[in-house]
């Protein structure tokens, strides 16, 4: 079969990996991929085709959609209402099976409007690939078959993942983007009122892009600058394992995504708060993971004081993270919930050619 990926995003570099792994399944027997930003030149296991953007008002869209339409068995689209790349081949006839991947409604369930087009591109498209499980349940409740959902759950290709109990555990750490909506700022302040109470070879240990001004202010404010330390985004496996694996726990106050996979792929538990707005992959964490309370900085404390107290909690903890890892998170998970898409999507089309037979 010949596929055809179109994102509303750059070829972000933790896809690659995923997407070449589909391009070199032996049912497939052409993969090219196009996005709205700039071209990378890069060599992959795909193709990576140049696209025309267009801007009109608040949206982007790939021109090039229309005239490659029917070149393929099945064309996948990213479910952005933002960047709609399927707009303009939305009443037109197809060849091609029509693939949407994403969050479904997404943790807040979006406006009612945003609810109802959702709904309708449902019906529109050929099958339907979820981030998560809860996604297809929610569409099933609309009257959309069950038979045209699936999940690829949203994951990473980590070479290099395990766990390990022979190696020192020394830090809290927060990985990721520094952004005010993950609440590192809650991180220090709440490692500044148990600072006393937990080992004192136990640091916080903040690594990401972004600017770190306010949050060194805030360490040297609460006395924690000499236990608090920064360091700048890491992309490689080896370091990144190096990270994870001589952490207690990864810490996000106030939001988590994919940070969740790094973690349970090398056995570190996942500290955060219940009531805040996550991205899909806090649906990943539960008691045998991670540590999931309510409140604010004094209950996050109390968290992080427990944790770092209670090594049979770390042990069991880890344990379970990288179970779940195991059983539902590696590349593979993700790549075949793609493939069982493509498979319905043509098989539904021979069936379907047979009956008019």
């Excluded at 498209?125 to 099933?140: H, M, R, V």
């Excluded at 006395?223 to 726990?249: C, H, M, Y």
Aim: aromatic content about 10%; charged content about 25%.
């Amino acid at each position: 079969m010949k596929v055809l990926f179109v994102l509303e995003l750059g070829l972000l570099h933790y896809r690659i990996p995923i997407l070449e792994k589909i391009a070199l399944d032996k049912s497939v027997e052409r993969c090219d991929v196009i996005h709205t930003e700039d071209y990378t030149n890069g060599s992959y296991g795909f193709t990576e085709l140049k696209a025309n953007v267009k801007t009109l008002g608040g949206f982007k869209l790939i021109t090039d959609v229309k005239r490659l339409k029917d070149d393929y068995d099945v064309i996948v689209f990213s479910l952005n209402l933002w960047r709609p790349n399927w707009l303009e081949i939305l009443l037109s006839s197809r060849k091609a099976k029509y693939i949407l991947w994403g969050h479904g409604f997404g943790r807040d369930n979006n406006y009612l409007i945003a609810r109802i087009v959702k709904i309708g591109l449902a019906k529109w498209a050929d099958a339907q690939l979820f981030y998560t499980e809860s996604g297809p349940k929610e569409y099933e409740r609309y009257g959309i078959p069950g038979e045209k959902l699936f999940v690829a759950k949203n994951t990473l290709h980590i070479e290099n993942s395990g766990r390990t109990d022979e190696v020192e555990k020394t830090s809290l750490i927060y990985v990721g983007r520094i952004q005010e909506r993950k609440g590192v700022d809650l991180l220090i302040k709440a490692f500044a009122l148990i600072k006393n109470e937990i080992p004192g070879n136990i640091n916080v240990r903040i690594v990401g892009n972004g600017d770190t001004t306010a949050l060194r202010k805030l360490a040297e404010e609460n006395n924690v600058q000499d236990r608090v330390f920064f360091e700048p985004g890491a992309f490689d496996d080896e370091k990144l394992k190096e990270i994870f694996t001589t952490s207690v726990a990864y810490v996000s106050p106030n939001h988590v995504g994919l940070g969740v996979v790094h973690s349970f792929a090398y056995g570190v538990p996942v500290i955060t708060n219940k009531r805040r707005k996550h991205a899909p992959e806090f649906e990943y964490c539960d008691e045998t993971n991670s540590l999931l309370y309510e409140g604010d900085v004094e209950q996050l404390a109390q968290a992080i004081k427990q944790i770092c107290n209670d090594k049979e909690l770390q042990r069991r903890l880890s344990v379970g993270g990288y179970e779940y890892y195991q059983a539902n998170l590696t590349s593979d998970t993700m790549v075949n919930g793609f493939l069982d898409a493509f498979d319905y999507v043509l098989s539904k089309n021979q069936t379907e050619s047979k009956a008019i037979v």
